[in-house]
C-alpha cells in the first residue's frame, strides 16, 4: 500500500504550538500514522462534508481531509474536543 503524504495548515501548526508538550508528541505521532492508514479504526467522517475526517486523542480532535488521487492527508484543526468543531463549518 501506497504512502500518503502529510500537509500541516497553518492554522493547524498554530493551534499545535498551543497544546502541551507531551499531548503534542501524542497528536503529532497519530498525525505521521495517518500516512500508513488515512482511515484508522475510530477515525469518523464529519457530517455534512465529503472528504472531511476527525481523530480522537486524548482530549484532542485532529480533523483532516484525504485526497485518495493524490495520496495526501491534510490537517486542517488540532482543537480540545469542547470547541474543535466550533468555527469549522
Known amino acids: 500500500m501506497a504512502r500518503y503524504s502529510i500537509e500541516i495548515s497553518r492554522t493547524a501548526e498554530k493551534q499545535l504550538k498551543k497544546v ?4 503534542q508528541r ?9 500516512a ?7 477515525s469518523r467522517k464529519l457530517m455534512g462534508y465529503d472528504d ?3 481523530i480522537r486523542v486524548g482530549q484532542y480532535r ?7 488521487k493524490k495520496l495526501i ?5 488540532i482543537g480540545n474536543r469542547k470547541d474543535a468543531y466550533r ?3
Open 87 to 89: 468555527a469549522f463549518s
Open 26 to 34: 501524542r497528536i503529532i505521532e497519530a498525525i505521521l500514522s495517518l
Open 73 to 77: 492527508v491534510i490537517v486542517l484543526k
Open 36 to 42: 500508513d492508514d488515512p482511515h484508522p479504526m475510530g
Open 62 to 68: 485532529v480533523l483532516y481531509s484525504v485526497s485518495g
Open 20 to 23: 502541551r508538550r507531551d499531548d
Open 52 to 54: 472531511v475526517f476527525r
